[in-house]
T-cell receptor, first 115, second 111 residues
Framework: DVKVTQSSRYLVKRTGEKVFLECVQD?????MFWYRQDPGLGLRLIYF???????EKGDIPEGYSVSREKKERFSLILESASTNQTSMYLC??????????????FGAGTRLSVL | DQQVKQNSPSLSVQEGRISILNCDYT??????FLWYKKYPAEGPTFLIS?????DKNEDGRFTVFLNKSAKHLSLHIVPSQPGDSAVYFC??????????FGTGTSLTVIP
């Protein structure tokens, strides 16, 4: 079974803090993704990565950055947390290339509250 | 602009009956479609998918239908069970990597 592990299930941070969300996958997947989920808005893509040290902006990258130094790990960084970044953050991974079974596998999510 | 839309935020169905969840998309380049199921405080889990070369795919109680001309797909669950109560997201992709998700439909199956 594919396992995508997010380091924290719940986080509470203060406005202005730098926040790191960590994600590790164990299936040697090339692609990794960070989403946020908000009520009525579904899943919105923040950043994704095709390979080590590669990153691409998603639909809502403002206020976020990412790091992928190793293939199995993809980190989301909130440079200066704000209250509008309170959300559920979901990490996902997927094999690279275009294949018949084109499936993203998700972690359990991190519920971040910024006070 | 939302490229994948789920216009029904919620749906209630009696146990044993059919649940039909709908999804519309705008991008004619989408060639692969998926449904994910999400329980509270958990990540989405893959349920079923369909390629644009097909119009139907079945997996047990779950069937996905694709109508390319209408840019519409639907998920049928028959028979519905209380354990199916969850939020269902449809997603679409064009040539692989980035997925576009709908806003989700919360299904409640009433015992």
């Amino acid at each position: 079974d594919v396992k995508v592990t997010q380091s924290s299930r719940y986080l509470v941070k203060r406005t202005g803090e730098k926040v790191f969300l960590e994600c590790v996958q164990d299936m040697d997947h090339e692609n990794m993704f960070w989403y946020r989920q908000d009520p009525g808005l579904g899943l919105r893509l923040i950043y994704f990565s095709y390979d080590v040290k590669m990153k691409e902006k998603g639909d809502i990258p403002e206020g976020y950055s990412v790091s992928r130094e190793k293939k199995e790990r993809f980190s989301l960084i909130l440079e200066s947390a704000s209250t509008n970044q309170t959300s559920m953050y979901l990490c996902a991974s997927k094999p690279g290339g275009y294949r018949t079974q084109n499936i993203q596998y998700f972690g359990a999510g991190t519920r971040l509250s910024v006070l | 602009d939302q490229q994948v839309k789920q216009n029904s935020p919620s749906l209630s169905v009696q146990e044993g009956r059919i649940s039909i969840l709908n999804c519309d998309y705008t991008n004619s380049m989408f060639d692969y479609f998926l449904w994910y199921k999400k329980y509270p405080a958990e990540g989405p889990t893959f349920l079923i998918s369909i390629s644009s070369i097909k119009d139907k795919n079945e997996d047990g109680r779950f069937t996905v239908f694709l109508n390319k001309s209408a840019k519409h797909l639907s998920l049928h669950i028959v028979p519905s069970q209380p354990g199916d109560s969850a939020v269902y997201f449809c997603a679409a992709s064009a040539l692989g990597n980035q997925f576009y998700f709908g806003t989700g439909t919360s299904l409640t199956v009433i015992p």
